[in-house]
């Protein structure tokens, strides 16, 4: 029983667990099945929340369809039809370049063209614009692109190739043999010209023979004419409603405004070359078209970076009939920088004048009545503290405006052919034996170096003893020497026998070192493209030139010659770093350069230019150690030569309101060219400018004191002083009637 009982328990207590375990399946099952439903239910809500939006957005769809296709479709077709939207570029403005005062060379105007978008009309509707425009341009005496051959005022053929000509007439469908009369009958069939009039008939030829032999399309405009007047461009644009297609465009156009002025310093600018053009493409950061204008020389060339500016961009909206519909500007154009030069526009026009007019008064014969066969010539003016050029003149000069349309054949050949080589830039292309003028350096090279002492004589007695016993000049005039002197009066009176004493004591090496220093026969590094190096009088160059060097050229370079020869800024440099005891400056044209936003360059981005453009890097030169009393001796020899009777520019500086300092030189070039320097500062207490000026075959060179003394005379004012001197004034300034 208790077995039978136990084993009851047993089964009774499975049971229950058995039910238990199929309970809780079930309900778990329930819940699954639940989860399943509410699941099932939301993706039925979203899914019809799907195909709502689909109809609804189909439903949108339709009804703009409806409106595009029925409704407005005519207008929407039509307006596709006659929509063309183009693309052109936006000139920037050219910066200007002016005087240190603000005085403007270069500037830059709007000039006005003619283009024509690409039309599609009818033979009528053609002649009907030819007929209009043309008649306007001649009215107002435009000039224009013609490219008929047939001058129909004469009825006749242009001067043409006859394979040129033989061409046209194939193309145009004109008998070979046909005369110009017959040719006009056919073109006036070919376009259905119906005007009887001759004149309209012609204007209309002319307009359609054009547009059948230049190439143009919906992306590219047609150039009608250019450099039109401002009131034709006003009319063309009052009456655009009868000139479909015509587009008036104004674009920056460079101006020079002082013709021959400060030429070589400023240069122009022409028409990009092709190589010019493949160079540029090279250059990701520049923007050139290959009809753009660019800096062929000068400044113009050296700062074509930042003058050029950067091209902006708009978008113009043409319908069928060519009218422009809309103008939108995508991109502004950004102006070119400004490039202010150290040169003073008034000091720089007396420099001019002054050195043509002694040219010219040196081939008249106003010296002494000696008739000079003067040509060329060459005048800096430097600030002696800073290496500012207040002045540069190169004589003979040039227009530059000649170039700025692009210089015509007879005008190039004017210059290319001129024996005087007028686009030359003598003041840093020509390189000129300085002559005497170099005394100063060999003095100091003998002072510094202590060979040779302030208060020791050196008698002349007019033929130096060795070498090729060169002579003295003024034993070659008088037979006798200039006796005994000391350096002052060694650079006075010019001794060549002092100074070849000196050389040989010293030699050239020595000499040319210290030359070096003074910037002879090393690029300046001024901002002009061309600059020579100019050379050295000694061993080395001798050498390269595969020439003996001798004793002889040892003492012919103490005194200028040999291979001596320098361009005239290197000498106004020398010049300047005696005057300011023996400080060294970098000659410069360049005050700032200001910017569109009114910021201006750093030194170093000006720096950085000129390596780009001229390929040139400033190195900084350590100020060499010359005792003060030596360049004092120097500078006291230089004052001689201009405030003592005796010196050799005494005569042209009697009486000057303003101590001066200068020195002559007379430099043989062959047997039949003697040119003729001076070089000189002012004032001789506190020196503030420094002058050279060189003249070929001028014969002597105290003949070309006389321009550095009328530049001394504007630049200290004496101009203005001299004028109320010269006027009848009482004591309150008043004139006396």
């Known amino acids: 029983m208790k077995i039978l009982d136990k084993l009851k328990l047993k089964f009774n207590k499975y049971n229950n667990n058995q039910n238990k375990v199929y309970h809780r399946n079930l309900d778990n099952k329930i819940k699954k099945n639940n989860k399943m439903q509410k699941e099932q239910k939301s993706l039925n809500i979203r899914y019809n929340i799907i195909i709502i939006m689909l109809y609804i957005a189909a439903a949108i769809l339709l009804i703009q369809l409806f409106n595009m296709q029925i409704l407005n479709g005519l207008s929407y077709r039509e307006q596709s039809n006659t929509r063309l939207t183009k693309e052109v570029g936006i000139e920037p403005t050219r910066g200007t370049i002016m005087d240190r005062t603000g005085i403007p060379y270069a500037s830059t105007e709007l000039n006005y063209s003619i283009e024509l978008h690409k039309l599609k009309s009818d033979d009528e509707a053609l002649n009907k614009l030819g007929k209009t425009l043309i008649g306007i341009l001649k009215k107002n005496n435009e000039e224009y692109d013609i490219s008929l051959p047939l001058d129909l005022k004469n009825m006749k053929y242009k001067q043409m190739s006859g394979e040129d000509l033989k061409k046209w007439k194939i193309k145009n469908k004109v008998p070979e043999q046909a005369s110009p009369q017959e040719a006009f009958d056919i073109l006036k069939q070919n376009y259905k010209v119906e005007e009887t009039d001759k004149q309209e008939a012609s204007n209309i030829l002319e307009f359609r023979d054009l547009l059948n032999e230049r190439r143009y399309n919906n992306f590219e405009s047609l150039k009608i004419a250019k450099n039109i007047k401002k009131d034709t461009a006003i009319e063309i644009s009052e009456k655009s409603y009868k000139l479909p297609g015509i587009n008036i465009i104004s674009k920056p156009k460079r101006n020079y405004l002082k013709g021959e002025e400060a030429s070589h310093i400023i240069g122009y600018i022409g028409k990009i070359n092709e190589k010019e053009y493949e160079s540029k493409k090279q250059n990701k950061n520049t923007e050139y078209k290959n009809d753009d204008f660019i800096g062929k020389t000068g400044i113009e060339k050296t700062f074509e970076k930042v003058l050029k500016g950067v091209r902006g961009k708009k978008q113009i909206d043409i319908n069928i009939q060519g009218g422009v519909t809309g103008e939108y500007t995508i991109k502004e154009a950004v102006g070119g920088s400004s490039v202010v030069l150290t040169i003073d526009s008034k000091l720089q026009k007396v420099t001019e004048q002054s050195l043509e007019r002694t040219i010219k008064k040196l081939r008249q014969g106003g010296f002494e009545n000696k008739k ?150 090393v690029k300046t590094g001024v901002e002009l493209e061309g600059e020579k190096t100019g050379e050295l009088a000694n061993k080395q160059t001798a050498e390269k030139k595969g020439e003996v060097w001798t004793q002889g050229g040892e003492l012919s370079a103490a005194i200028g010659q040999s291979y001596n020869s320098f361009t005239p800024i290197q000498m106004a440099k020398y010049i300047s770093m005696i005057a300011n005891g023996g400080k060294v400056i970098h000659p410069t044209l360049i005050k700032s350069i200001k910017q569109a936003n009114g910021t201006a360059l750093s030194q170093e981005e000006i720096d950085k230019i000129l390596e780009e453009t001229l390929g040139y890097k400033k190195e900084k030169v350590e100020d060499k150690q010359i005792k003060k009393e030596y360049i004092d001796a120097v500078l006291e020899g230089m004052r001689a030569v201009t405030g003592e009777s005796g010196g050799t520019a005494y005569s042209v500086f009697r009486n000057f309101k303003v101590e001066v300092g200068g020195k002559t030189g007379t430099a043989q070039v062959g047997q039949n060219r003697t040119d003729g320097l001076f070089v000189g500062f002012a004032p001789f207490d506190s020196p503030e400018i420094g002058i050279v000026t060189v003249i070929e075959n001028a014969g002597e060179g105290h003949y070309t004191a006389e321009v550095v003394r009328d530049i001394m005379k504007e630049y200290f004012g004496m101009n203005i002083k001299h004028i109320k001197e010269n006027m009848n004034l009482n004591k309150e300034g008043e004139f006396i009637i």
């Open 372 to 521: 000079q066969n003067a040509k060329g010539g060459s005048t800096v003016v430097m600030n002696v503290k800073t290496g500012e050029i207040l002045a540069m003149a190169s004589y003979p000069q040039y227009d530059v405006n000649r170039f700025k349309d692009g210089i015509s054949n007879k005008d190039w050949n004017e210059y290319a052919n001129n024996p005087l080589a007028p686009l030359v830039n003598r003041s840093i292309s020509t390189i000129y034996a300085p002559g005497s003028t170099f005394k100063m350096i060999t003095a100091l090279t003998g002072l510094n170096e202590e060979k040779i002492g302030l208060r020791e004589i050196i008698n002349d007695t007019g033929i130096y003893p060795k070498a090729h016993r060169p002579k003295c000049w003024i034993y070659l005039y008088h037979g006798i020497g200039h006796g005994r002197l000391n350096v002052i009066g060694a650079i006075k009176n010019s001794c060549n026998y002092f100074f070849y004493e000196v050389g040989n004591r010293v030699g050239s090496d020595k000499i040319s070192e210290y030359a070096k220093y003074f910037g002879l026969g």
